[in-house]
């Protein structure tokens, strides 16, 4: 992790230099004082800004490479204030415009595609759960089917889990739970979490059950139960299929409390 006083650091390092130059400015013999102190600041703001912000943009190659190359340019443009490193630049006038216009095109270019890959990466996370890694309801608009079965979730007794052993067992219930969802989804099928204990997902036409049933055999000895809804739907009618099979998921619910009331009724019974 990038020191939080390096920035500070480096910004008194350039300042003391840029005001070294100044004061020996008669002696260096610098063409222009407003164009010194020009380029000296805008290179220690810049410096200032990228250190600053260097551990968020190591992960995009292309902004981190084009914020060196834009330091770069500056540094360029602040040394050719020295009469003497200008005097040997324009003898090569070729590569001095190389160094110069062409290094901030190049700079320009890799920031902007830079900014295209952060802001790709960032919608990306936008539709990404963030306890379970699952798709969020924002990913229902990207389904690749044109027809499909819709399953709608809902995990059992989940607030009594929270409530007896506490919300990070819950927690530890819904991530198991997200994780068999996602190894029983195949090319094109997704899952999705859509509320606190609530799961979507989407799977190729007619293969809802053999999905189902691929969940149940992986949680065959846990304590995790659930109920669900199935609508066998397209894209034009996702809506209401979301609608149709939370319906259909809740009387499951409510058929699945009625039959424990019953069990319990028989057992005591039967004592």
Known sequence: MQNKTTPRIAVAILSSLLALCAFLYDVIGFESASDLWFEGLTLILLVYIYLTAYQFLTPYAF?????????????????TEFPQIEYHADKFEIIDTLLDDGSLFIAFLLIA??????MKRLAKQNMKDELTNLYNRRKL??????????????????????????????????????QVLRNS??????????????FVVIT?????????NNVCKQ???????????????????????????????????????????QHLVQQQTTY
């Open 63 to 79: 902004l981190t490479a084009g914020g060196a190359l834009l330091l770069f340019n500056k540094a360029y443009d602040l040394l």
């Open 113 to 118: 595609i830079g900014i295209t890959h952060m």
């Open 141 to 178: 608009s990207e389904i690749e089917l044109d027809a499909f079965d819709l399953i709608y979730f809902d995990l059992n007794d989940l607030k009594k889990v929270n409530d007896l052993k506490g919300h990070q067992v819950g927690d530890l219930m819904i991530i198991r739970f997200a």
């Open 185 to 198: 989804c195949i090319k094109q099928e997704m899952a999705l979490r859509v509320g606190g204990d609530e």
């Open 204 to 212: 190729h036409k007619d293969r809802s059950m053999p999905f189902i």
């Open 219 to 261: 949680l065959e000895n846990e304590q995790i139960s659930f109920a669900y809804g199935i609508k066998s739907t397209t894209r034009e009618g996702l809506e209401e299929a979301l609608i149709n099979s939370d319906k259909h998921m809740y009387e499951m619910k409510a058929q699945q409390k009625k039959n424990r009331q």
